[in-house]
């Protein structure tokens, strides 16, 4: 087996701080200015906002590796931990992350995979995101996974308000 995922601990937390960073830096670092980058950096992946994250009950993180080696990470929120009021059936990805140099190795549709396993085990109707509009790539991958926009929202970084569109997929039922 070479593609693992693991759940993460309290004891993951350098882990995924170093990761959050590495990747967060590698996909907006071009598209952003450095202020705007290094406050968000530093809002978004202190250690005491990671650890308040890691203990929220309703959410959850996962490491994944390649070839025993780190390759990406995953948070998903559930119930009240989501960052919109989407309800009870829903659970959100708010992250999903690859380190550059394990991209179109199958590693995203893996954790995303992950991600629906545990939304089907909760008996969550549908899954949905929040990717910003201009991260195309990111788009083009969820399109291929089977979602579709369904909203927007606004997002900040730094001093600049951006927008995400929400993209959903259900998973089962109408509507
Ligand atoms: C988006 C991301 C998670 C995709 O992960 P990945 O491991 O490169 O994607 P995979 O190799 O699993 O690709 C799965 C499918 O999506 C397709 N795909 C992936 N990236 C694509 C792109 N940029 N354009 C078109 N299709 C793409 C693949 O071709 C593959 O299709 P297949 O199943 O027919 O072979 C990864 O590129 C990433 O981490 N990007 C930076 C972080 C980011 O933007 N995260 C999302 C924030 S909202």
Not at 14 to 37: A, Y
């Amino acid at each position: 087996m070479t593609i693992s995922i693991k759940k993460c601990t309290l004891d993951d937390l350098v882990l995924l701080q170093e990761i959050g960073v590495e990747t967060f830096t590698e996909t907006f670092g071009d598209q952003n200015s450095p202020e705007n980058m290094k406050a968000y950096l530093e809002k978004a992946f202190n250690l005491n906002q990671l650890e308040k994250e890691l203990s929220k009950p309703s959410s959850e993180f996962y490491l994944i590796y390649s070839k025993e080696e780190l390759a990406g990470y995953l948070k998903v929120n559930a119930d009240d931990a989501q960052t919109e009021m989407m309800g009870q059936d829903s659970l959100e990805v708010e992250r999903i992350y690859i380190r550059k140099k394990f991209h179109k190795q199958g590693l995203g549709k893996y954790l995303l995979n992950k991600a629906m396993d545990i939304a089907a085990e909760r008996n969550k109707a549908k899954i949905w995101l929040g990717v910003w509009e201009k991260n195309e790539n990111a788009i083009a991958f969820y399109e291929k996974m089977g979602f579709v926009r369904t909203g927007a929202h606004s997002f900040h970084m730094g001093d600049e308000e951006q927008t995400d569109f929400i993209m959903t997929k259900r998973l089962h039922g109408e509507g």
